[in-house]
């Protein structure tokens, strides 16, 4: 409701596809410049008690950010500032939450369904949400969503005093901190399958992702609606990913999730190209299903392959990388986008990530042997495969850059 209600009072004060941009970046920027280090945060502290604050942070910035809405004194320079600030602190609650989920599961098996589970509940709120924020907006203002998004942490930061965990070990000093950075890097750079993952979610993630800024364009200028009709696209795009995560979560094993990463991307990058083209509400609302479903199962489908692979040790900063390059590319293609919108205007610019984010899926799929035969072994071992196919093997201990 909040990523809705943020783009409408942008473009409602500006009116510039420019600033949808601008305020996009200082969203997500954050999480690409402090996430190594929020990973070699969540290897080393207590991972439950990071998510305590980071939420509780949050929270707070809903409810300023509803107080400055409500109270009718909003300036653009507020919206970037709050949005900055949101953004350093998921820098710090995205690794950490998502290294936090296999605490919770104790067969890796199902590791897999936890992850897709997880995407689920997700992709509900993001069914849920946008169509009830463009509601919200038309009638009560933007104000009333930043409240409402705000109240909602008390349930969140609840849930996480309910749950009981034993101690993790403290920080570290600087210099091993330092170490274990460059330890997270040199371990993803020398495995093959770690590498190509997390490549590909940041070509999506630069190329695919910054449609979304550009919603409200689509939505107001293209399609001439309100932000019922912003709220019903975001929707029709939540309810494409819910589908694909309900998908994934009905997968009884991680083998074959190799291939889906290209399938997914084609038919994100298929869907951007057709909707850049679409002057139909209701085709266009079809094609944001289908670019939904494409993002969440790419999204969901590599970083069930990056926990499954990652020794133990590491899952944090691996995870931190995963926050870089699916949520921190998205940043710099937002600015891209933006600015790319006001010189080409926005259905050419979603129609040129689209089409990069086919390419990327063509190079992947060709590489998609040679990455199997380096992962079954892996998953031999783990018993997660029989040991008669051929396979991947544990990425090594201290890789070659």
């Given at each position: 409701?909040?990523?809705?209600?943020?783009?409408?009072?942008?473009?409602?004060?500006?009116?510039?596809?420019?600033?949808?941009?601008?305020?996009?970046?200082?969203?997500?920027?954050?999480?690409?410049?402090?996430?190594?280090?929020?990973?070699?945060?969540?290897?080393?502290?207590?991972?439950?008690?990071?998510?305590?604050?980071?939420?509780?942070?949050?929270?707070?910035?809903?409810?300023?950010?509803?107080?400055?809405?409500?109270?009718?004194?909003?300036?653009?320079?507020?919206?970037?500032?709050?949005?900055?600030?949101?953004?350093?602190?998921?820098?710090?609650?995205?690794?950490?939450?998502?290294?936090?989920?296999?605490?919770?599961?104790?067969?890796?098996?199902?590791?897999?369904?936890?992850?897709?589970?997880?995407?689920?509940?997700?992709?509900?709120?993001?069914?849920?949400?946008?169509?009830?924020?463009?509601?919200?907006?038309?009638?009560?203002?933007?104000?009333?969503?930043?409240?409402?998004?705000?109240?909602?942490?008390?349930?969140?930061?609840?849930?996480?005093?309910?749950?009981?965990?034993?101690?993790?070990?403290?920080?570290?000093?600087?210099?091993?901190?330092?170490?274990?950075?460059?330890?997270?890097?040199?371990?993803?750079?020398?495995?093959a399958p770690i590498r190509a993952i997390l490549l590909m979610l940041a070509l999506v993630s630069l190329t695919g992702m910054p449609y979304l800024v550009l919603m409200p364009v689509f939505a107001k200028d293209i399609l001439h609606g309100g932000p019922e009709?912003?709220?019903?696209?975001?929707?029709?795009?939540?309810?494409?990913?819910?589908?694909?995560?309900?998908?994934?979560?009905?997968?009884?094993?991680?083998?074959?999730?190799?291939?889906?990463?290209?399938?997914?991307?084609?038919?994100?990058?298929?869907?951007?190209?057709?909707?850049?083209?679409?002057?139909?509400?209701?085709?266009?609302?079809?094609?944001?299903?289908?670019?939904?479903?494409?993002?969440?199962?790419?999204?969901?489908?590599?970083?069930?392959?990056?926990?499954?692979?990652?020794?133990?040790?590491?899952?944090?900063?691996?995870?931190?990388?995963?926050?870089?390059?699916?949520?921190?590319?998205?940043?710099?293609?937002?600015?891209?986008?933006?600015?790319?919108?006001?010189?080409?205007?926005?259905?050419?610019?979603?129609?040129?990530?689209?089409?990069?984010?086919?390419?990327?899926?063509?190079?992947?799929?060709?590489?998609?042997?040679?990455?199997?035969?380096?992962?079954?072994?892996?998953?031999?071992?783990?018993?997660?495969?029989?040991?008669?196919?051929?396979?991947?093997?544990?990425?090594?201990?201290?890789?070659?850059?």
């Open positions: 409701m909040q990523r809705v209600a943020v783009a409408w009072l942008v473009y409602r004060l500006t009116g510039s596809a420019i600033m949808l941009g601008v305020v996009g970046f200082c969203a997500r920027i954050p999480l690409f410049v402090l996430a190594p280090v929020a990973g070699v945060l969540a290897d080393r502290w207590n991972r439950h008690r990071i998510l305590l604050v980071t939420q509780s942070l949050a929270m707070v910035q809903a409810l300023v950010f509803s107080v400055l809405v409500l109270s009718h004194r909003t300036r653009i320079w507020q919206v970037i500032v709050l949005a900055l600030l949101l953004g350093i602190i998921n820098a710090f609650d995205v690794p950490t939450r998502q290294s936090f989920v296999i605490e919770m599961v104790e067969d890796k098996k199902n590791l897999g369904n936890a992850i897709a589970l997880n995407s689920s509940m997700f992709n509900l709120a993001r069914l849920v949400g946008p169509s009830l924020a463009g509601m919200l907006i038309a009638l009560l203002g933007e104000g009333v969503c930043f409240l409402v998004n705000a109240l909602s942490y008390l349930a969140v930061v609840g849930s996480l005093l309910m749950m009981r965990f034993g101690k993790r070990q403290g920080g570290q000093s600087p210099s091993k901190a330092r170490h274990a950075l460059m330890e997270g890097f040199r371990y993803a750079a020398g495995f009709t912003l709220g019903l696209l975001m929707g029709g795009a939540g309810l494409g990913a819910l589908t694909g995560a309900l998908y994934l979560a009905a997968r009884k094993s991680v083998l074959g999730l190799g291939k889906m990463i290209p399938i997914a991307a084609s038919l994100l990058g298929g869907g951007l190209i057709f909707f850049s083209f679409s002057r139909s509400f209701y085709l266009s609302l079809a094609l944001m299903v289908m670019t939904g479903f494409g993002q969440i199962v790419h999204m969901a489908t590599g970083n069930t392959l990056l926990q499954t692979l990652v020794d133990d040790d590491k899952r944090g900063r691996i995870m931190s990388l995963y926050a870089m390059a699916f949520g921190g590319m998205m940043p710099l293609g937002s600015l891209v986008a933006g600015t790319l919108a006001g010189w080409i205007g926005a259905p050419w610019t979603v129609f040129s990530g689209g089409t990069v984010c086919l390419a990327g899926a063509v190079v992947f799929a060709w590489k998609l042997p040679m990455l199997r035969a380096v992962t079954r072994p892996l998953y031999v071992r783990m018993g997660i495969v029989p040991e008669t196919p051929e396979g991947l093997a544990r990425p090594p201990q201290s890789p070659e850059p």
